[in-house]
């Protein structure tokens, strides 16, 4: 049996196989043309090449030699050296290409050229003898050079006019192959349409007979009669398949047709059912609502009155310990005021001791002032007695000078009794600056001291209203501790009290949250049970509903006998 794979294999084998004739025949035809091109490539262009450059070279080595000649000057030789190694490598080059006998006699007689210009031409030049190299050159060399330049020149001709003949050829061969290539292409296209034309027949007719029993099937028609076919492969296989399935699809709607019936009627007695259950079952849920609403509210109201008392209970607790605070800052207030109390006992001690000391103080300053004023009198007394000390020294002075001679000793003394009545007159002066000054400090002094005085009265009177004070503050301390002990200890018979109606309220709330609990449970019971039952008359009636529109599109399908 030739199944769809093997007739598509063997459609596209054959498909390849003309394929593949076509790119070798491409594949043969290419290198026929890449042998041409080649032989094209490696004999008549690299001949052509050198037989330019070699009559080029050797037309340029003969203007050197004759320039050489000529002018004597040796960079003609040096550059026909040059030209004589540059045409050994366009001989290399020639000689890779094809090497006819023309080509190695040209070689040779360029070769035995050359030997007669190193041999006898700059042999002879070089020993002097102009004339004789310019004769060689002349008769010798030069026609061989003309000779070798036209046939250069002639083999480059024909190997130009056989790369021309050579492409020509080339081109038309090319042409030929794609000629030839489209011919072998609209062959094998057409084959290949001949070959799809068949492959496709061959498979697309019985599935149109499949499809277009799928479309009557699809219609609601399920015919008895089978589809006849006496193919093996995967198409025969699925036209049974298909006979298969519009058997049993014809079988399944007979079935159904009855089982819907009967389902249409047993819907209809289970809604009724669950209409009653689900009447029923609301009742009951209606009564268990009521009953879990009131106990819902008891215990919403005990645990409100719970929470109110729990509230009232810390805020009696931080009350507690509120006094408890108070009552111990009341106590370090006591101390504080005892301590406040004897440090201005201290002060008021310590400040009679500094206005002792101040009145002493005064006292002394007082007696300096007044020691200091007869000092100034002193010093008055002492001036008095050096200006009339200085005024008797003036007075000796002008009677020595008098006496002449014999009053020079004298004038001596009177002099210095001058200058001392003067150093004492300024010592006074400085004294008396000085008494000065310290009887304005003394001043100054006297001064601060009676405000300080005044002050330290005032600052001790001040010390002794604040100790009263600091000593009513402690009784009025002391009283508002004793208030806050006795509140304190009532507080805490409050708070127990409290404590005791907490405990019965929870009590309380307790039983009204599980009486609430049991009965939302039984309420939720019915609920689930009513929803239950309206969910299974829904159900009921879907299936009713489902099965008549089963019946109906069942009622579509016309089978046949």
């Not at 070798?24 to 490696?42: A, D, E, H, V």
């Not at 003309?146 to 002639?154: F, V, W």
């Not at 002060?347 to 020691?371: F, H, P, R, T, W």
Request: proline share 1%; charged share 25%.
């Amino acid at each position: 049996m030739k199944s769809i794979r093997m007739r598509l294999t063997l459609s596209f084998l054959a498909i390849i196989v003309l394929c593949s004739g076509l790119a070798i025949f491409n594949y043969f035809s290419l290198s026929m043309m890449n042998q041409k091109t080649k032989g094209m490539l490696s004999n008549d262009l690299p001949t052509l090449i050198a037989g330019k450059e070699l009559s080029y070279n050797i037309a340029n080595r003969v203007s050197l030699l004759n320039s050489f000649m000529l002018y004597g000057d040796k960079s003609y030789r040096s550059d026909y050296d040059e030209y004589y190694l540059q045409s050994e490598d366009i001989k290399e080059q020639l000689l890779k290409g094809e090497q006819s006998a023309e080509i190695l006699g040209l070689l040779e007689l360029t070769e035995e050229w050359h030997r007669v210009i190193q041999e006898e031409v700059f042999a002879v030049y070089d020993k002097g003898e102009r004339d004789e190299a310019a004769r060689i050159l002349e008769t010798k060399s030069q026609p061989v050079a003309e000779n070798l330049i036209d046939r250069y020149q002639a083999l480059a001709k024909k190997q130009e006019e056989n790369a021309i003949k050579n492409g020509n050829s080339a081109l038309e061969f090319g042409e030929n192959i794609q000629l030839n290539g489209i011919i072998v292409s609209i062959a094998i296209v057409l084959i290949g349409l001949a070959i799809a034309t068949y492959t496709s027949g061959v498979i697309t007719k019985p599935i149109r007979l499949i499809v277009n029993r799928m479309n009557i099937i699809a219609k609601g028609e399920l015919p008895a009669e089978p589809l006849k076919t006496k193919l093996k492969d995967e198409i025969g296989q699925l036209i049974t398949a298909v006979n298969t399935m519009n058997e049993n699809v014809r079988n399944m709607i007979i079935q159904i047709r009855h089982v819907s019936e009967d389902v249409t009627s047993q819907g209809e007695e289970l809604t009724q059912y669950a209409d009653e259950v689900k009447i029923g079952s609301q009742q009951i849920a209606t009564t268990m609502e009521e009953l879990s609403k009131g106990a819902e509210e008891q215990a919403s109201s005990s645990a409100s009155l719970n929470e109110k008392m729990s509230d009232f209970a810390q805020e009696i607790m931080q009350v507690v310990v509120e006094g408890e605070g108070v009552k111990e800052k009341a106590g370090s207030m006591v101390q504080l005021t005892n301590e406040g109390s004897h440090a201005m006992d201290e002060s008021i001690q310590k400040m009679a001791v500094i206005n002792e000391s101040m009145k002493k103080s005064n006292s002394m300053v007082k007696g300096l002032d007044s020691k200091t004023n007869e000092i100034t009198q002193l010093v008055n007394v002492i001036r008095e007695i050096a200006d009339q000390t200085n005024l008797l020294a003036l007075n000796a002075a002008i009677e020595a000078a008098r006496a002449g001679e014999q009053g020079k000793g004298f004038a001596v003394v009177a002099d210095e009794v001058r200058k001392l009545a003067e150093q004492v007159s300024n010592s006074v002066s400085d004294i008396t600056s000085i008494v000065t000054d310290i009887q304005n400090e003394s001043k100054q002094v006297v001064d601060s001291l009676d405000n300080g005085y005044e002050l330290v009265q005032e600052g001790t009177a001040q010390i002794s209203s604040t100790g009263r004070t600091f000593m009513k503050i402690q009784g009025s301390i002391e009283e508002v501790e004793n208030n806050i002990e006795s509140m304190a200890a009532s507080l805490y018979g409050i708070l127990d009290n409290t404590q005791s109606i907490n405990n019965s309220i929870e009590n309380i709330a307790s039983v009204s949250e599980e009486s609430a609990a049991g009965l939302e449970q039984v309420s939720a019971t019915s609920q689930q049970s009513s929803s239950a039952m309206e969910e299974v008359s829904n159900s009921a009636r879907l299936l009713e509903e489902n099965a008549t529109r089963l019946n109906e599109l069942v009622q579509q399908f016309k089978v046949r006998d």
